[in-house]
């Protein structure tokens, strides 16, 4: 008689990690510059995250530096704009 060799049962396959998905807008809009959003849904994974055990921290914390980079930018580009336009006020084109 044969005796017949138990087959190995399968490993149990683990479950894939679970992103999350705001650490993923955070970052995109980050990249495409608006700096607001990728701000407030950076902040806001961070939490999720924090949490729930998520994978994403990464790609929320490049999403808000990326994010106060561009929100700084914008705030340096206003301020000289305003400083252009009033130093041009104050040189005056008016003439007697």
Known sequence: MSESVPTPAAAPVAPAAKWNVLSIVSLVTSILGLSLVGIITGHISLSQIKKTGEQGNVLAI?????????????????IVWFSLFAFAGAVGYSSY
């Open 62 to 78: 490049i999403g808000l530096i990326l994010g106060y980079l561009g929100a700084v930018g914008w705030i340096i580009f206003w």
